[in-house]
């Protein structure tokens, strides 16, 4: 498995906040889903990604290339989308073609205008009278025009209805089989990566708590239900986190032969959802 882009042992402090020790691989020709609650340092590590924002310290890889020696060419390879990125708010994406494609050496103008139609979007319109999902999908179509190898977006579905979420999910899937590129994008909704990921990247505190395949997740993970009276110190150390009711409790395992030998069939043990997973994670705090 290649990778593309390489995050190692990446710090860096604000004042209320950090990125602690960050080490992440994104394998190429995948879509990797990098998912955390609010505030879990999301962007911050996408703006690291994109030199946007330099590190206190750790390495960063992109292509095997690093943003000291090659910032142009990895920049020209990256088709990067944030809901920000149309700021010639007056223009028309014809204007966009002639500003924007001769800002890249491997611009191609027949590439954009086939994504317009292909996404629907008008020529001619200011962009500022676009909906959210339109001006997503006119930076798509921006980031898509450059022959970039690899796409990463900024929570790409936030603000979106479902109808669109799903229409652009499908546009994802579509580009990553088609063209065989790789695609980094950041999210808090299990359901996107449920659609289209491949990977899961889970960031909580600053911290990456893992990175795996979404089949890897589900067998490592499982769901346990039991009568409260069955946990006491020593057997509660069989679960990552534990959820209390009154009399019941629902736990995740990561160890489920142990959770076996432990309670026998004295709990049920289910197949467990990403979003349980995300939950359990996140401890009491969660509030996705
Ligand atoms: N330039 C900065 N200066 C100070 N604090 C910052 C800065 N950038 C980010 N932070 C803080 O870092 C934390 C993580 O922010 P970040 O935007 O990376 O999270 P996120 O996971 O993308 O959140 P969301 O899902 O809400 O967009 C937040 O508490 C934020 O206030």
Redesign the pocket.
């Known amino acids: 498995m290649e990778t593309i882009i390489k995050l190692k042992n990446v710090n860096k402090k604000?004042?209320?906040?950090s990125l602690e020790n960050l080490s992440l691989d994104i394998n190429k020709g995948y879509i990797t889903g990098l998912i955390?609650s609010?505030?879990?340092?999301?962007?911050?590590t996408i703006r690291i990604m994109m030199d946007l924002m330099r590190p206190d310290s750790g390495d960063l890889e992109i292509f095997g290339l690093n943003y000291e020696e090659h910032e142009k060419e990895i920049k020209g390879r990256i088709g990067f989308v944030y809901d920000s990125n149309i700021y010639y708010e007056g223009l028309n994406l014809s204007d966009i073609q002639r500003i924007v494609g001769p800002a890249y050496r491997n611009w191609n103008k027949g590439t954009y205008f086939n994504y317009l139609k292909k996404f629907n979007l008008p020529k001619n319109k200011p962009i500022k009278t676009f909906s959210k999902g339109m001006q997503m999908k006119a930076s798509l179509a921006i980031a898509l025009s450059h022959d970039a190898e690899l796409l990463i977006m900024d929570?790409p579905t936030a603000g979106l209805d479902p109808v669109f979420r799903r229409e652009l999910l499908n546009i994802l899937q579509d580009i990553l089989i088609e063209e065989n590129r790789t695609i980094f994008f950041?999210t808090?909704i299990t359901s996107d990566l449920e659609k289209i990921a491949d990977y899961v990247a889970f960031i909580k505190d600053g911290r990456v708590i893992f990175n795996h395949s979404i089949n890897d997740l589900q067998e490592k993970f499982s769901l346990v239900k039991g009568e409260l009276e069955l946990l006491d110190r020593d057997t509660s150390k069989a679960f990552v986190h534990i959820n209390q009711s009154s009399d019941t409790f629902e736990a995740m395992t990561d160890d489920v032969e142990k959770i076996r030998r432990i309670f026998g069939d004295t709990v049920i043990i289910d197949k467990i959802s990403l979003e349980e997973i995300m939950y359990f994670f996140n401890g009491d705090d969660n509030d996705d």
Do not use: I, T, Y
């Open positions: 604000f004042k209320d906040f955390g609010n505030g879990s340092g999301k962007s911050s929570e950041s808090h």
